[in-house]
């Protein structure tokens, strides 16, 4: 009887790790153009930060490549379109979590990798793009 219990924890634990983004990638799109300063609306004169949409889904981002200005003040808006997931930019303190957005200050150039930081399946390693400040 104990064993049958560990068993259905374990398997209900898979299920739920591989189903953690939930439907499959059935309706892929071609990726959108990388999103820089000049594609993002531009900053106001108070200091306005400029926003960069990002959408997930199964299993990738529609942005591979955000370029900003540095010293630029950033907002980053992330959509779920397809499962949970999060971005997360290394050497920058910032999480974008799904339906929610991230400002943050570019004080750093060169180019940071970001990535789904939320497990979301067999393609979360892919999840990845990069974050260039010039």
Known sequence: MK???IMTC?????????SACGGGDDDKE???APASAS???????????KEIKVDAKNFEFDQKEIKVAKGDKVTIALNNS????????DG??????????????ADKAGEFKFYCSVMCGAGHADMTGKLIVE
């Open 3 to 5: 064993k049958r219990s």
């Open 10 to 18: 374990i398997l209900l634990l898979a299920a739920g790790l591989l």
């Open 30 to 32: 071609n990726a959108s």
């Open 39 to 49: 594609s993002s609306a531009p900053a106001a004169a108070g200091g306005e930060a």
């Open 82 to 89: 397809q499962g949970n997931h999060a971005l997360k930019i």
């Open 92 to 105: 920058y303190d910032v999480e974008a979590k799904g339906g929610k957005s991230v400002t943050f200050t």
